[in-house]
């Protein structure tokens, strides 16, 4: 094989001085372009690596050629690879795992476009504290047994409450599961694994953290009934009708936009939740919530732009106005609101009955996550309840 100085035998085979280089432009190269040294001297070594990305961008692994053109992959894996056509071992972990401190200031970054100032000064002080105990480190190096010295250790001589150590688990489970799913993303752009795939927040490990749960968890069919008689011509009809007939959560119903969000004829509520990534969704509306949401809008209650809205305004209510609506369409129909005993009430509640009415109506599952924008084990684990009857029902089909 001839040495040229200025061009090579090989497309792309490119000698500068006694040194080879391989040059190439394609659009699917970063930047459109390359040219990078070979690492060798020898022809023949430098035609064998030519060779082997030659390969490597008949197959249309870009995502390995583009590697090895930013530095990131060597030139003799890619050589084994082809020789062995072992082309999966290409496939690595990026080369830097994601750091904490980096990854906290992006959540934060999103937080503070979409939540309240207070909110976003909340979370800033939370994450402050979990970059106080754990340092700026590679996330996937934080393992399930140091969330829970986390989660349960003491802090100033005294461990956390319960809803505390439950804040704290959600608030970081989140942040590691946006760094999860953005990582998988970027590995199918770039045909690599991803450098983050566990989430020690959501462990088993750290099972024992439980949420308060003294309350009525769902309300049966007729008690829903007795609650939207109790507030029949208020503007509390519509509201709890959004819960309960619907399942939209506090803020998802707060914010809804007249005629954008409460699409009448198309027969769907559009909610643009934010809280988790399915969360934005359509929710067909039923015939007992188009009444009510009807009556709603001939009654007045509702605004030009915002449907649910303070008297004498046009925007939506704020979380506190909801909350006091809440308040009273309960203790309308008698029913006591808090979280303090069994017998108590809230507005999740409705989350919790629509869910559940659905699923003893034989309703899967999947329909049920997609109608209430969460994942399908949240929906079995969280919404989805047993009535006291169900038990004996179940177990009278063998009688039959």
């Not at 946006?178 to 088993?204: F, K, M, Q, Y």
């Not at 490990?205 to 308060?212: F, I, Q, S």
């Not at 069919?221 to 008689?229: F, I, K, S, V, Y």
């Not at 924008?373 to 079995?380: A, F, W």
Request: hydrophobic share 40%; proline share 4%; with cysteine.
């Amino acid at each position: 094989m001839a040495r040229e100085k200025g061009g090579g035998v090989l497309p792309g085979l490119y000698w500068r001085g006694r040194k080879a280089y391989f040059e190439k432009k394609h659009p699917q190269l970063v930047g459109g372009r390359v040219r990078r040294s070979l690492q060798t001297e020898d022809q023949r070594i430098a035609a064998s690596r030519i060779s082997a990305l030659q390969v490597l961008m008949e197959r249309g692994d870009w995502g390995a050629v583009n590697r090895w053109a930013t530095g990131r992959l060597d030139i003799t894996a890619i050589v084994a690879a082809v020789r062995e056509g072992n082309y999966q071992s290409l496939r690595s972990l990026s080369p830097e795992a994601p750091m904490l401190q980096e990854e906290v200031e992006r959540f934060l970054a999103e937080v503070g476009a979409r939540r309240s100032i207070r909110t976003h000064e909340q979370y800033r002080a939370n994450c402050n504290q979990l970059l106080a105990h754990f340092g700026d480190v590679p996330m996937d190096q934080i393992r399930e047994e140091q969330v829970k010295e986390f989660l349960f250790g003491p802090k100033n001589g005294k461990a956390w409450s319960k809803t505390t150590q439950a804040h704290y688990q959600t608030m970081a489970g989140t942040l590691w599961q946006r760094v999860i799913e953005r990582e998988a993303l970027d590995a199918v752009d770039h045909d690599a694994l991803p450098g983050l795939t566990r989430n020690p927040w959501r462990s088993r490990l750290v099972g024992r953290v439980e949420r308060d749960a003294g309350r009525t968890v769902f309300l049966l069919p007729e008690e829903w009934t007795a609650l939207r008689e109790g507030i029949e011509g208020t503007p509390h009809a519509a509201w709890m009708g959004v819960a309960y007939l619907a399942g939209l959560r506090l803020m998802e119903a707060a914010t809804l936009r007249t005629d954008v969000d409460v699409d009448l004829q198309a027969g769907l509520l559009r909610v643009q939740g934010t809280k988790t990534p399915k969360a934005r969704r359509d929710v067909p509306i039923c015939k007992e919530l188009d009444t009510l949401l009807r009556g709603h809008i001939q009654l007045g209650f509702a605004g030009e732009k915002h449907f649910f809205r303070p008297v004498l305004h046009d925007r939506p209510i704020s979380k506190k106005t909801a909350q006091r609506w809440t308040q009273e369409a309960y203790e309308a129909a008698g029913l006591e609101v808090g979280r303090h005993s069994n017998d108590t009430v809230t507005h999740h509640t409705g989350r919790h009955s629509f869910a559940t009415w659905l699923a003893r109506q034989n309703v899967s599952p999947l329909i049920l996550a997609e109608l209430l924008g969460d994942t399908v084990e949240t929906v079995t684990k969280v919404y989805c309840h047993l009535h006291p009857n169900d038990l004996r029902n179940a177990v009278s089909l063998l009688d039959s």
